[in-house]
């Protein structure tokens, strides 16, 4: 059965190629919604600028469609709220030289 907690784990697996933090621990991820096979994910990106938006949005869905139980994904970018570094896990701060 496909759950939340499954999706999250496959998110980890997705980084911004500038950041080595995955996307989750960056807080880039902002919801996550499961209807039967299908699974929308609302991410954000640090910046609004950000050359990678295509790049990070499509590796999101191709893994989340290689996922066990996934049979829709829908990856949508939003700005609202915009990200700030206070979004980032203890964890990824600590990564980042911040914690």
């Known amino acids: 059965m496909l759950t939340e907690e499954k999706v999250y784990e496959t998110l980890r697996e997705c980084y911004d190629p500038e950041i080595p933090v ?3 621990d960056l807080g880039l991820v902002y919801d996550v919604r499961i209807d039967g096979g299908k699974v929308e994910v609302d ?3 640090t ?3 950000c050359g990678m938006a295509n790049v ?3 590796d999101i869905r191709t893994r989340l469609l290689a996922t066990d139980g996934v049979e829709e994904a829908v990856v949508n970018i939003v700005w609202d709220p915009l990200w700030t570094p206070d979004k980032m896990s203890d964890d990824a701060k600590m990564a980042l030289g911040m914690g």
């Open 22 to 24: 995955n996307i989750v």
């Open 43 to 45: 991410f954000t990106l």
């Open 47 to 49: 910046a609004p600028g």
């Open 56 to 58: 990070i949005q499509e």
